[in-house]
């Protein structure tokens, strides 16, 4: 408390109204939740359709149909990745973390979904299995898969290394696989670039401070995150120069490590599926 400036000591009743309970913003038991178990089932018998190899502090694209599904795997050591999706079809339908983390929760696993930005704002993929949901909450307060953070970035990094220009960031990574896939500028591309769900990287906010942190990321060879595409989805990863993100990034002194996504077409669609419609507000804001 000594950071208080005089005139701003606590009123008398400041316990009690910290004391008061805390509301979820948002009620998410509302919305129908996916039916995990007939997305499992519509894995027997699945067929790979693709496979990308993401190289260490690069980025690559990858396409998913929807009601397929894709695994981002851990392969050769520990490495953390940051991804990005679109609607294949238009670059303005988006991965919006904000919501996501508002809807669901700071850290995503099985059975939260990753939503698309307004107008559109629908479910755009949903994560079908964690290998990782053992780790839960530690006792930093850190947990795995976080859409809290952005994407490692040169303009940061510059800022904070009084002019230092490092070209590898997950920011510079996944705007260049944008642009090769999609035939653009690169300025053109980064407008596209959006803040990430932070695959396998280990983060939280400091007790004290309230200050974003990462440590070692807990995942291993053989694991993996799994999402099922509920529309037509183009995405976007990058194996982050952090490596591990157990000491720093924006930079090449961290190893790291390639990642693995898959792309798996299910015999049949998971029973009684349907893709999201876009959202359905009349866009009239009150006129
Ligand atoms: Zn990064």
Known sequence: MSRLPAEHQPPADADARRAIAPVICYP??????????????????????????????DGSAFEVPAGHFFRISSIEGPQVGDLNLWNAANLRERFYSGKTRALHRTHL????RLW???????????????????YGMDA???????????????????????????HHCCHSNLTRALADARGLTLAEAETHVHDVLNVFMCTGFTRDTGQYFMKASPVRPGDYLEFFAEIDLLGALSACPGGDCSSEHSSDSTTCHPLRVQVFRPKAPPAGWISPPVNGYDRSHGR
């Open 140 to 166: 930093f307060g850190g947990s795995v898969h976080d859409v809290i953070g952005t994407r490692c970035d040169p303009y940061t990094h510059n800022l904070l290394s009084h002019g230092g220009q490092y």
């Open 28 to 57: 998410v038991e509302a919305l129908t939740p996916p039916d995990l178990p007939a997305y499992r089932a519509a894995r027997d018998g699945w067929e790979q359709t693709d496979e990308v190899v993401i190289p260490a502090r």
């Open 109 to 112: 696993t099985t059975g939260d």
């Open 116 to 134: 698309t930005a307004h107008p559109y704002l629908r479910p755009m993929a949903t994560i079908t299995e964690d290998t990782l949901d053992w």
